[in-house]
């Protein structure tokens, strides 16, 4: 059974940094696309960042810049670095896993939550 899960969240003040943690277990990342997502309250999820097989990073506009999408195929786990963390960064933070080839499969981490405050 694939799992993935965050670690990483908390409270934080605006300016600051938190490192999110994704790992995986009952498969290989390696042969997924990761990717971060985030919800507002009320809000549908948005896209925030990705990170190829390969490597190509791509950002959302608004964290463009700040944060910094990773992998460590060997520890099967996915980062995301949060740099100047603004109060309009809060959310909860869900990690995903797509595999867009052959047989198509797509997994969710359970969310964990960031909140941006002084």
Do not use: H
């Amino acid at each position: 059974q694939v799992q993935l899960v965050e670690s990483g969240g908390g409270l934080v003040q605006p300016g600051g940094s938190l490192r999110l943690s994704c790992a995986a277990s009952g498969t290989m990342i390696s042969i997924y696309t990761m990717g971060w997502y985030r919800q507002f309250p009320g809000k549908q999820r948005e896209w925030v960042a990705g990170i190829t097989r390969g490597g190509t990073t791509n950002y959302a506009d608004p964290v463009m810049g700040r944060f910094t999408i990773s992998r460590d195929n060997a520890k099967n786990t996915a980062y995301l670095q949060m740099n100047s963390l603004k109060p309009e960064d809060t959310a909860v933070y869900y990690c995903n896993a797509i595999k867009e080839y052959g047989l198509i499969s797509t997994y969710w981490g359970q969310g964990t939550q960031v909140t941006v405050s002084s």
